[in-house]
T-cell receptor, first 113, second 114 residues
Framework: GNSVTQMEGPVTLSEEAFLTINCTYT??????LFWYVQYPGEGLQLLLK?????DKGSNKGFEATYRKETTSFHLEKGSVQVSDSAVYFC????????????FGRGTSLIVHP | EAQVTQNPRYLITVTGKKLTVTCSQN?????MSWYRQDPGLGLRQIYY???????DKGDVPEGYKVSRKEKRNFPLILESPSPNQTSLYFC?????????????FGPGTRLTVL
């Protein structure tokens, strides 16, 4: 079946540091890939997505590129802020005859001033 | 404002006492689903619905029931809650089950079963 693997957290950074959160997936066919963000006490919200190979999703300074050859969708940001502290979930959907989404376990990011 | 609402936000109950968590969306979405979030396990899907009167099991359906009588509402029912159902629950909706459609999540319901 489908699966999503994210790096374990927490990831702790100082403000203005470079961020990478790794995400790799296993799926048949050509899934769509997503990053969701969960701020403390809130539900998940879409951060960015990519629907085909080599697409780059971007939003709020975050970027991720759909790499089919390495089955990866790593999240990056050049300069993090304290307000980016949250839990980040990588997800995929739309493959294997089912559109039931598959989520990774989430990576907690803590940014210190 | 487009949103998914859940009620209650917090609930403490006792083993065996039936409860319902309501979920409603105002975006005319076809697809709705329920997840539970547990530390170290991420999000796991409980049930989903592709449209009115169409529901199906997700990854962890045991101990839960759902119904979809109207497009906007998708309640989660625990007929005999047990302590292992203590968790954070999220309802979500999307336009359809299409591969590129994002999901919109409610704010969550924190359930404690004593």
């Amino acid at each position: 079946g489908n699966s999503v693997t994210q790096m374990e957290g927490p990831v702790t950074l100082s403000e203005e540091a470079f961020l990478t959160i790794n995400c790799t997936y296993t799926a048949t066919g050509y899934p769509s890939l997503f990053w969701y963000v969960q701020y403390p006490g809130e539900g998940l919200q879409l951060l960015l997505k990519a629907t085909k190979a080599d697409d780059k999703g971007s939003n709020k300074g975050f970027e991720a590129t759909y790499r089919k050859e390495t089955t990866s969708f790593h999240l990056e940001k050049g300069s993090v802020q304290v307000s980016d502290s949250a839990v980040y979930f990588c997800a995929l959907s739309g493959t294997g005859g089912s559109y039931i989404p598959t989520f990774g376990r989430g990576t907690s990011l803590i940014v210190h001033p | 404002e487009a949103q998914v609402t859940q009620n209650p936000r917090y609930l403490i109950t006792v083993t065996g006492k039936k409860l319902t968590v309501t979920c409603s969306q105002n975006m005319n979405h076809e697809y709705m689903s329920w997840y539970r979030q547990d530390p170290g396990l991420g999000l796991r899907q409980i049930y989903y619905s592709m449209n009115v009167e169409v529901t199906d099991k997700g990854d962890v359906p045991e101990g839960y029931k759902v119904s979809r009588k109207e497009k906007r509402n998708f309640p989660l029912i625990l007929e005999s809650p047990s302590p292992n159902q203590t968790s954070l629950y999220f309802c979500a909706s999307s336009l359809s089950q299409g591969r590129g459609n994002e999901q919109f999540f409610g704010p969550g319901t924190r359930l404690t079963v004593l």
